[in-house]
Structure formats: C-alpha cells, structure tokens
C-alpha cells in the first residue's frame, strides 16, 4: 500500500506540475504572440475550459504533494481566474431604459441546413416573436415551407441561397456580400425603424479547419489554418467603419472570444452577450453525435463547447437580457438580445 501511494503521489506531482508549465507556457506565448501561431489560436478556442483545473491545483498541492510553495501559488492562480470569470461571464449589464427609450429584439441562428426542419423553425420563431432574425444555411426547404408561414408576422423578408433577413419593419434595401472575396455568402440590409433606419449584417465567416500544409518539400503536417475568416472580418470591420448608419452584425461568425478576430471586431462594435448575458454563452456544437469519436456510443453533446454566434452593436444602441435560446435542431443554438436606443436613464439593473 505505501507503494502505490508514492506512486500516485509522484504520478500527481507530475501531472500538476506538468499541466501548470504547460499554462504558464501558452500564456506567455499568448502574451508575445497573439493568436498569430496557429497551435496558440488553436489551443486559445479552448479557453476557458483548458483553465478550469487551476481550481484543482490548490486542493492537491496541500494534500497530496504537500508542497506549500506550490499550494500557496496555485491558490493565488485560482484567485486570479476567479475573477477574471468573473469579470467576463459572470457580470452582466444592462443598458438602463427609460419609458421614451425605443426597443428591437433580435435574434440569430444558424439552423444548419436540414437539422432545424421547416415546421420547427416557423414554430420557434413565433414563440420567441423577436423584431429582427437573421438566419445562416439555409435550405430551399425553408424558403418554401417556413417563409411563406411567416410572411403574416414578418412581412418583410430578404433572402437568398444560405441566408436570410425577416424583419417586422421595412426593409428598404438589401444586398449579398461575399466578404474578402470568398465564396461564402452574407447580407447587408437597410430597415426603417420607428425613428431612425439601420444598417444590418447578417453573417457567416468561413469556418477554420485543421488542413494538412506542406511546411517542407518532402514534410506535410496538419495545421489549423483561419485566415480566410480573418481576411472577412477585416472587411465587415471595414465596411462597418464607412456606415453612416447605427450598425448591427448578427450571426455564426466561427471565432471565440479569445480571437484577435474577435478583438478587431471589438474595437468598433460591442459584443451583446458578453455586455448583458449570464455565463459562457456556449452555442456550438450542441447535439454532436459522439460516435465520430467512440463508434460504440450512440451519446451526444448536449451541452455546447465553444461560443460562435453573436449579435454585435455600434455604440448608438445598449443590450439588454442577452440570452443562449433553446435548441431547433441545429448544432448551433440561436442567440437572442433586446436592443435599446434613443432616451435611457441612469439606474441599476
């Protein structure tokens, strides 16, 4: 038996150790280099999940390493992330109201092709009766079963092949982009508000992807490669910056919050859910079938991983009641807010 507890206790040590370095590691190279490294940008989707077993550290640094050094500094870590979680998931604000301030409720999804079935969406969208949704992949399924049943609710309706807009108020222009030059498809639209027309992005970036690249003549690795997404974000950034007009940017833009595609992003526009949302906001992938790991299991991943979906906003609006929607279907889970602008008030939330 004392054996097997030195064994486990070296095997523990090791792998505290091992996992504190490799931390400490990433973040400095996080500090010099950004995202600019794919295994960094690869690595930084996973934050903050890869974090969490800081909390574990103190807990095994007094009992079983019995290192006060390390319990003592492990402790301080936790205390660290405590309150960066904090800061970042866990602190919602929303904007204050006042009864002359006017309110949109948007929302986003991305209804993955057949996953979200005609009837379920046309349901799910009168349940939640938002002004404004934006939808990425679409079928013809949806344009001829779904639209036509909302058209009492939506009047307005722009879409094409992928993509589509339905808005309570008029839409008075709308076209299709194809960001950076790439193939995949995104809209902007016009909408005459009550007060004040808008302009709206609806869109979907090019997914990142481990592919394989020949680094040497005779040497092919695979690599996680994302630059088509950053060539499109710096375009909607840019497009963004020309508006005139209050601006918002809805749908599945493929990044996390740990991206510098998300900190560009964030240098013009505000992040609804981080701003008045609870928690990680995870969206993607919800219901991944587990059998393309494990072939034996039939399980699922009913709770989502990474956050993908968002609803962006210029600084002519404030965010209220941001929320992760229940599913369709789809892998993604639809992402709702309530916008406000015009008069607001000073008050708590």
């Not at 399924?141 to 049943?149: G, V």
């Not at 869109?203 to 040497?216: C, D, F, H």
């Not at 009913?302 to 404030?318: A, C, E, K, T």
Request: proline share 7%.
């Amino acid at each position: 038996m004392p054996k097997i507890l030195s064994w486990v206790r070296r095997t523990v040590k090791i792998c505290a150790y091992s996992y504190s370095g490799l931390i400490l590691f990433y973040l400095l190279l996080r500090t010099i280099s950004d995202d600019r490294l794919w295994p960094i940008a690869l690595l930084g989707n996973f934050i903050p999940w890869l974090l969490l077993p800081i909390f574990c550290l103190p807990i095994l640094g007094f009992l079983v390493i019995k290192s006060k050094k390390f319990a003592i500094s492990s402790s301080i870590a936790s205390l660290i992330l405590l309150g960066w979680l904090h800061i970042n998931y866990w602190s919602p604000e929303n904007a204050p109201i006042s009864p002359s301030a006017t309110t949109l409720n948007v929302m986003s999804l991305n209804v993955s092709w057949h996953s979200t079935p005609p009837e379920t969406l046309v349901t799910f969208i009168k349940t939640q009766n938002p002004d404004l949704v934006l939808l990425q992949e679409i079928t013809y399924n949806h344009i001829r079963d779904s639209f036509p049943k909302l058209k009492t609710l939506y009047p307005e309706q722009a879409y094409t092949r992928h993509v589509c807009i339905l808005s309570k108020y008029p839409i008075r222009f709308s076209e299709n982009l194809n960001l950076a030059g790439h193939k995949q498809l995104q809209q902007r639209a016009i909408i005459q508000l009550p007060e004040q027309e808008i302009v709206v992005y609806n869109v979907q970036t090019t997914s990142p992807w481990i592919r394989p690249e020949r680094i040497l003549p005779f040497l092919t690795i695979p690599t996680y490669q994302y630059g088509d997404r950053t060539a499109e974000i710096t375009d909607l950034v840019q497009r963004i910056q020309q508006e005139t007009l209050p601006a918002i940017a809805a749908g599945d833009f493929n990044l996390t919050d740990q991206t510098e595609d998300y900190q560009q992003l964030q240098t013009i526009m505000t992040d609804a859910f981080k701003t008045s949302g609870f928690g990680l906001g995870s969206t993607w992938p919800y219901g991944f079938p587990l059998k393309h790991f494990l072939k034996t299991t039939d399980w699922k991943l009913n709770y989502p991983l990474f956050r993908i979906d968002y609803i962006w906003y210029s600084p002519h609006f404030g965010s209220r009641n941001s929320q992760v929607l229940p599913s369709t279907g789809s892998e993604h889970l639809p992402v709702m807010t309530e916008l406000v602008w015009g008069d607001r008030q000073e008050s708590k939330n």
